[in-house]
């Protein structure tokens, strides 16, 4: 690499870091008083139709109260994590609510709310075969929290298999 080209790639890094870092300012958080923001929970939303496929009621009332309440148990169980924690995951959210984070971390061309199950079932699995440990964790993430926001609602418990807690003697 000559001089000249060096100079170039380093400006251009330097251009792209700087409005990279500029607009990750003005991104909105993932983490609002204390629930997903808007955008976030349209993501959690179709991550969980995408993970739990099959699980849910058939579209309709009946569906969207199912998806309604899983949302709010998803609220809960990240309102008791860490606030370093919570802070993490409002980034991680917030990036992939943006259509440049979106498409490269989660490899997902249409918007969340435009994505078929199958498309985002197909991303998930791209990232969780990913040679990127950082696409591997926030796949993870993604699916982790939607299944431990799932089964901890008595009413999957059957789903698994598991009859619910013995009554002690």
């Not at 109260?65 to 980034?91: F, K, N, W």
């Not at 991680?92 to 061309?109: D, H, P, Y």
Request: charge should be positive; charged fraction near 20%.
């Amino acid at each position: 690499m000559k001089r000249r080209s060096l100079l170039q790639f380093g400006l251009g890094a330097a251009v792209l870091v700087g409005v990279v870092g500029g607009g990750l300012v003005l991104m909105r958080p993932g983490w609002v008083d204390g629930r997903l923001a808007p955008e976030a929970r349209e993501l959690m939303r179709v991550v969980a139709l995408s993970v739990m496929d099959g699980l849910w009621p058939a579209p309709g009332a009946a569906r969207e109260a199912a998806l309604q309440a899983h949302l709010e148990r998803l609220d809960t169980q990240i309102a008791g994590y860490p606030a370093a924690v919570r802070a993490e995951l409002s980034q991680v959210l917030a990036l992939l609510t943006r259509s440049g984070g979106r498409l490269a971390l989660v490899g997902l061309t249409p918007d969340w709310s435009k994505a078929t199950v199958a498309e985002v079932q197909e991303a998930l699995n791209d990232m969780r075969v990913s040679r990127l440990a950082v696409r591997q964790q926030i796949y993870r993430a993604l699916r982790e929290l939607n299944c431990i926001a799932f089964f901890t609602a008595p009413e999957h418990w059957a789903l698994t298999g598991y009859p619910g807690p013995r009554e002690i003697p």
